[in-house]
T-cell receptor, first 111, second 115 residues
Framework: NAGVTQTPKFQVLKTGQSMTLQCAQDMNHNSMYWYRQDPGMGLRLIYYSASEGTTDKGEVPNGYNVSRLNKREFSLRLESAAPSQTSVYFC??????????FGPGTRLTVL | QQQVKQSPQSLIVQKGGISIINCAYENTAFDYFPWYQQFPGKGPALLIAIRPDVSEKKEGRFTISFNKSAKQFSLHIMDSQPGDSATYFC??????????????FGKGTLLTVNP
């Protein structure tokens, strides 16, 4: 099992460009999450999907959109990137237990 | 509004020593308190977690102590090893429908264990 995979690993964008971060899990988990991690800020929840077909806002949703494509995949889209969105983005998933399993992250720089 | 406050920001411990990281929360509805460990360039991974019906949980060298009345919980790492050097995050959430959808994280503690 690969667990939670994320693509790309690194990305550099110019202000105003758009991009989609991809996440997939092979653990048959119902719930999936997107977090951002900034120095000294911990992890902050952007959006989550409790189950296939549902999505909800987290703590910092502004400037982002998400799609739960199917049970395996949960994507995060930046429509018009801003320097404030420079961060490391983590996808996570959880199943019947309490544990959230995190992917390796995507390091995004917006110039 | 920071709902989970973590201290210290950084901690240096000698090999074999005890590492202690503290967290305090504000929302009395929180009922699930995990600790995550993160190595550089990796995603966080669950280390240990506790629910408020117990005051302590131990797994190997790692122990969570929980004080419901003070709204505080702490991570103790006994016999700290250089391989424990990582960033540690406490978190809290309110279980909903059997799942912890909204984890609120502390800001993290960078632990360095010197050989």
């Amino acid at each position: 099992n690969a667990g939670v995979t994320q693509t790309p690993k690194f990305q550099v964008l110019k202000t105003g460009q758009s991009m989609t971060l991809q996440c997939a899990q092979d653990m048959n988990h119902n719930s999936m999450y997107w977090y951002r991690q900034d120095p000294g800020m911990g992890l902050r929840l952007i959006y989550y999907s409790a189950s296939e077909g549902t999505t909800d806002k987290g703590e910092v949703p502004n400037g982002y959109n998400v799609s739960r494509l199917n049970k395996r995949e949960f994507s995060l889209r930046l429509e018009s990137a801003a320097p404030s969105q420079t961060s490391v983005y983590f996808c996570a998933s959880s199943g019947l237990t309490d544990t959230q399993y995190f992917g390796p992250g995507t390091r995004l720089t917006v110039l | 509004q920071q709902q989970v406050k973590q201290s210290p920001q950084s901690l240096i411990v000698q090999k074999g020593g005890i590492s202690i990281i503290n967290c305090a929360y504000e929302n009395t509805a929180f009922d699930y308190f995990p600790w995550y460990q993160q190595f550089p360039g990796k995603g966080p991974a669950l280390l240990i977690a506790i629910r408020p019906d117990v005051s302590e949980k131990k797994e190997g060298r790692f122990t969570i102590s929980f004080n419901k009345s003070a709204k505080q919980f702490s991570l103790h790492i006994m016999d700290s090893q250089p391989g424990d050097s990582a960033t540690y995050f406490c978190a809290a959430s309110k279980m909903s429908g059997g799942s912890n959808y909204k984890l609120t994280f502390g800001k993290g503690t960078l632990l360095t264990v010197n050989p």
